[in-house]
């Protein structure tokens, strides 16, 4: 956990909304999500600009709480036969994959598959023709970060049904 005292130093006791967002590093979005859910307590004054009012306080003790709960949340592990499960559905994948590849492989859509491989989540490498990666590095993708995925498609869905017996 952080000491986040020196943020009395660079902001005033009431900040607004865009103030916060750049304490957060967030974006419009989810800054009026915090205010309407009531995750940070504001005040409202229902205007179009400078809308919110937040005490200070109340936003360290958000990043404080935030803080808390990413210790005790721990990424699920698939179990260890998933794998082999893995490379028992994909024996007919090719080895070599394109982005389109993976997408259609997947059920996901190629930007999903991008931000991926941009994320460095799956590994790839560039060539002439493009980006590619590999049928083992998206088994390696499935099994890591990609067990993971908050909104799986249909696909996943049912490729996790098979492979765990669900």
């Known amino acids: 956990m952080s000491d986040h005292s020196y ?14 967002r750049k304490i957060l590093h967030i974006s419009k979005r989810k800054c009026a999500w915090l205010f309407q859910s009531g995750a940070i307590p504001c005040t409202d004054n229902c205007q179009s600009t400078h809308r919110y009012a937040v005490k200070l306080d109340d936003v360290m003790e958000y990043i404080m709480e935030s803080e ?60 002439q023709t493009g980006i590619i990666t590999c049928r083992e590095w998206l088994i390696d993708f499935y099994c890591d970060d990609g067990y993971n995925i908050v909104k799986k498609v249909d696909k996943h869905q049912e490729l996790l049904r098979k492979i765990l017996h669900l």
Do not use: H, M
Request: aromatic residues 6%.
């Open 7 to 20: 943020l009395r130093d660079e902001f005033p006791e009431i900040i607004s909304g865009e103030q916060l």
């Open 68 to 127: 808390n709960s990413a210790e005790r949340v721990q990424p699920q592990r698939p179990p260890e036969c998933c794998r082999e499960q893995l490379l028992d559905e994909w024996f007919d994948v090719p080895d070599v994959l394109t982005i389109a590849d993976v997408a259609g492989i997947t059920g996901y859509a190629p930007n999903a598959v991008d931000r991926w491989i941009v994320k460095g989540s799956l590994r790839s490498v560039t060539v």
